[in-house]
Structure formats: C-alpha cells, structure tokens
C-alpha cells in the first residue's frame, strides 16, 4: 500500500515538474526570458507557487531545466540519425543534417542560443552543450581524424558555424543552402581523412 501511494506521489511530482518546464518553455519562447514572470508560469501550469519552489529554486532554475530538456532531445534527434552501422564520415554529415532539423523545432534556436547565453554565458551554455551537439561533433570528428590536438578547436568552430546556420535560417534564411554550406564545410574539413 505505502509503495503504491509513493508510486502516485512520485507520479504526480514529476507530472508536475514536466507541467512547469513545459509552461516555462512555451512562456521563454513567446516572451523571452526578461520578460517571463514566475507567477506567470505558475498560472500557465496551473499549479501553485508553492508547487514552483518546491521543484525549482527560482527561474534561472526553470530556464536550465528546460535547456537540458531541449539539449537532451537535440541529442536524441544526432543519436538516432547516425546508428553504429555507419562510417564515421557519414555519420558525421548525417549528424550534421540532424542537427539543423532539430533546431528547426519552434522555439529551439531561440532558447538555445538566445535565451540560455543571455542568461548563463557561453561557458555555462558549452558546459551543457557537452552532452548534447558539441560533445557528439567532437566524438564524430576525433572518430574521423583521431584525437589529435586540433579536434577540440575544430569542433569548437564548427559548433559555432551550426550554430549561425542555425540561427540564419530560424530568422527566414535559406534553408537548403545553408544544409548544403555546412555540408561543404564538413566535406573541406573532413578532406584526406582515412575513413
């Protein structure tokens, strides 16, 4: 009976966090972070502040939980675009259109690469993004071109050019040249490696 009635706590204490990251993320996207209140969030949830600080410390916490939400399902997206099966230079180019599908996700690039710099910095941002996109480009090219010391800095820049072709085409840029752009680049990039 107790292991039941914990069960349904636990239940409803994770329904309720997923209630307010998802109010929090629909509320960053359309307002912005600034101008996002707590006590609008709550109302977008329908859960008491109560229920907000007994989740989060306060809406820098809210704002995390969503990004690492949003770098989890970017990674997802990568993940499931480049299974094993495939050589490491395709499974570069394929998680490179991966990413770019990914960010085309209403709200994506604003959250990420908007909202979450202007709140944390880019060295928290990088952090995070470790687990997600930058940490699976340097896995593909150090998979590709060894680990040698220029892997870290070349996935550093290619990080940034995703990212700006990520940003370009959420603001109405071409799509299909800019997939074909950052295609090239890999191309250039990954010219004369043994695989």
Known sequence: MQSRARRSNDERSATTRQALVSASRALFVEKGYAQTSTPEVVAAAAVTRGAL???FEDKQALLRAVLEREFAE??????????PALGAREALIA????????????GRTR??????????????MMALDESSAAGSLREG???LLGD?????????????????????????????AYRE?????????TAGAGC
């Open 53 to 55: 600080y007994h989740h």
């Open 74 to 83: 970017l990674r997802r997206a990568i993940d499931q675009a480049t299974p």
């Open 95 to 106: 998680g490179s259109l991966a990413y770019l599908d990914a960010m085309a996700i209403p």
């Open 111 to 124: 959250l990420l690469l908007v909202e979450g710099p202007a709140v944390f910095g880019h060295a928290e």
């Open 141 to 143: 090219l150090a998979a």
């Open 148 to 176: 040698g010391s220029l892997v870290p800095a070349l996935a550093s820049l290619l990080s940034a050019a995703f990212d700006r072709a990520a940003l370009a085409i959420s603001t109405g840029g071409d799509a299909k």
């Open 181 to 189: 752009a950052m295609l090239a680049l890999i191309e250039r990039v």
